[in-house]
């Protein structure tokens, strides 16, 4: 669902073909002034700012960002079919802009379109709520009623899994290392979902599949405990902590985490769209609210902005200096990342999205029908915060858009600053680390102990060596399109042509992970659980197994039609059980598919009907023996060469629907997702 930049911008999370998107391209789209039904809405805002932003930038005035910005988003929600957009910037402690494009309600339902207001129409930000979350724990930090390094054992009221020793700290949770293997079930449901944290967090929480520190891992079950711990530590409840001590504070009179929105807010939420031409749908309910339950304006969201980068807002500072310098720095080093500290590094909840040799700390968030990014340049005094209500027409629809506003604006106003050169690496160096480097890697955010194991055979990334010591990644990290890669330090990469750069730990001569993005890594995926070999044998097997049932009544018709005698009774035992087994099999991997296609749609699937499909899973693998003792059966009987190859082909079959089934956790104890 929710996740930050679904990079996993996919960094967000929506549907997991939304995660997988997390790795699209960033597209610039083109800034085409072309208006759309409904033209932006102008907020009253500060007067223009006329700071310099850089040597050879354009100039940041409300002026400019205003007339930029039109000329961007208007066309660009055309095209991809999005309802609406509402955006804002900050800028010299003030908040230079709010805009809105588009619809807020596109009528569908009411009849009368509603044009988007920045200062009243609420957007679901999703997992931008987690720099809230953070913003919480780190105000009980500094007061001293949590310890950013001691075990979070000391405040739960139930006990975590875990499967290494040592501590998971809350600087574990605020920067994904924790070690949480994925969970999909009860991130999302619709309106009259009862949200209980503690419940969500407490029952059958998710593997810890990682040691703490070691292996970026995107994780929304590790930041709603952060939330949670928030909620033990200052006896509230998380909702009305937040309210309190950072939405009040910071003056965000029109947001909530409340779920469904209160009363007096109802009436301001902006509808949800698939696409703009689509019925509006039902309000979203997070089943862990910290991880991405926020809705709130984008005069709000610029509120927040200036409360990060210190600037005088709302009633209170949300944080004192230190405490923000030390909420922005990475949060983690060498001591526990290894090399990976050379790349991009979470701090204690922003990502490391820096540009054009720019600080800059962002957070992106999807929920299913809306999607967001926040970015603060703390060194420039400046942020940007954009939201959408819709999907769009294609998957990466919204991450385009949202990387060509966040680029652009980084671009135009925050140009490259000259830099020290990069080191050199010896050639013959480059060339051994990159022969290390050549390989099948999957992403760090994964499931490994249920059957959802099996999505990550979606999501490989293909790594080898090209052009003498370059690295060819397909597909590039964040993106859905080939990246090549030079090496400019030892172990650090940088793209060809690009900003983006990469960090490779290695151990004993093999590569342990590679650091892309400041919460996710690419892990090396061992031969027989690659696409090329999985995939094939499950295919291969699954055609076998279909022929098989669809000859059960021909071969019935044809020996009637015959007039033959119906088949002895010699193996007939072996016979009847192989066929159960084999259809089984089949029914089990319909249910896979049904089941998988289920829960990533954020429906539930209960839990005795995967126990069924797991029962039927485990009798075609137990029919293996049976399939044995036919084909042995038949080739002592001599009962020909096609049906000695069918019962082998079977018997194939059999055996590699039940190796996937094994090594794709179908037959995991855990049937939680």
Not at 418 to 432: F, L, Q, R
Request: aromatic residues 6%; charged residues 20%; hydrophobic residues 45%.
């Amino acid at each position: 669902m929710i996740d930050d930049n679904e990079a996993g911008t996919a960094r967000s999370g929506s549907r997991t073909v939304r995660l997988a998107a997390a790795f699209a391209a960033a597209a610039v789209l083109a800034t085409t002034a072309v208006g759309c039904a409904a033209g932006p809405a102008k907020s009253t805002v500060a007067p223009p700012v006329a700071v310099s932003a850089g040597r050879g930038s354009a100039a940041l005035t409300a002026e400019d960002i205003n007339a930029w910005l039109d000329g961007l988003i208007p066309a660009a929600l055309d095209r991809a079919g999005i309802a609406g957009a509402t955006v804002s910037v900050v800028y010299g402690g003030k908040i230079l802009t709010a805009r809105g494009y588009g619809h807020a309600d596109t009528g569908t339902e009411s009849g009368e379109p509603v044009p988007v207001d920045p200062e009243r129409h609420l957007f679901r930000v999703g997992s931008v709520s987690k720099l809230f979350t953070a913003t919480a724990a780190m105000q009980l930090v500094r007061d001293g009623a949590l310890d950013l390094d001691a075990d979070v054992g000391r405040y739960l009221d139930f006990t975590l899994p875990r499967r290494y020793e040592g501590p998971i700290t809350l600087r574990h949770l605020l920067s994904h290392t924790a070690g949480f293997e994925e969970r999909v079930g009860g991130l999302i449901g619709t309106e009259g979902t009862e949200v209980d944290l503690r419940r969500a967090l407490a029952t059958d929480p998710p593997e810890q599949i990682y040691r703490p520190g070691t292996v970026p891992a995107y994780s929304n079950y590790g930041n709603a405990l952060a939330g949670y711990l928030v909620q033990r530590a200052s006896g509230l409840p998380f909702e009305e902590y937040v309210d309190r001590n950072v939405l009040a504070r910071a003056g965000m009179t029109s947001s909530t985490f409340v779920q469904p929105l209160p009363d007096r807010l109802r009436s301001q939420m902006a509808h949800g769209y698939e696409h703009s031409a689509g019925p509006a749908v039902p309000f979203e309910i997070v089943g862990t609210p910290p991880a991405g339950a926020l809705s709130a304006t984008a005069t709000d969201m610029a509120r927040f902005m200036l409360a990060q980068l210190g600037e005088p807002v709302g009633t209170a500072p949300l944080l004192d200096r230190a405490t923000l310098d030390l909420m922005h720095r990475p949060a983690l080093d060498a001591t526990s990342l290894g090399t990976l500290a050379s790349g991009p590094r979470m701090s204690l909840g922003f990502f490391d999205e820096s540009r054009n040799g720019h600080r800059i700390l962002g957070h992106g968030g999807d929920t299913e029908y809306f999607h967001s990014h926040l970015q603060i340049l703390p060194d420039d005094r400046a942020g940007i915060f954009i939201s959408v209500n819709s999907t769009g027409s294609g998957a990466t629809d919204t991450l385009h858009l949202r990387q060509a506003i966040t680029t652009g604006f980084a671009d135009r106003y925050f140009p490259a600053l000259a830099g020290p050169p990069a080191g050199i690496v010896d050639p013959a160096t480059t060339a051994e680390h990159a022969a290390m480097t050549a390989g099948t890697y999957e992403s760090s955010r994964a499931m490994r102990s249920n059957f959802l194991t099996v999505i990550g055979l979606a999501g490989r990334t293909r790594v080898s060596v090209v052009d003498e010591g370059r690295l060819l990644f397909e597909p590039g990290p964040l993106g859905d399109s080939a990246a090549l890669y030079e090496e400019v330090a030892p172990w650090v990469w940088r793209e060809v042509g690009g900003q983006h750069a990469l960090a490779i730990r290695v151990a004993d001569g093999e590569v342990e992970a590679i650091g892309f993005d400041s919460a996710f890594a690419l892990l090396p995926v061992e031969p027989e659980r690659r696409f090329s070999v999985a995939v094939p044998v499950l295919l291969a097997s699954t055609v076998v197994l279909l022929l098989a049932v669809l000859s059960w009544p021909v071969r019935a018709l044809l020996r009637r039609w015959r007039g033959q005698a119906p088949r002895d009774r010699a193996g007939r035992a072996a016979r009847v059980l192989t066929r159960m087994a084999v259809a089984a099999t089949v029914l089990a991997l319909v249910g896979w598919g049904l089941s998988i296609v289920a829960v990533l749609g954020f429906n539930d699937v209960p839990a005795d009907l995967l126990r069924l499909v797991q029962a039927l899973q485990l009798l075609g693998l137990l029919g293996v023996a049976a399939a044995a003792v036919r084909l042995v059966d038949g080739i002592r009987r001599r009962s020909g060469w096609p049906r000695i190859a069918g019962s082998g082909l079977v018997l194939l079959a059999l055996a590699g629907t039940g190796w996937f089934a094994v090594e794709f956790m179908f037959l995991a104890p855990s049937v939680s997702y």
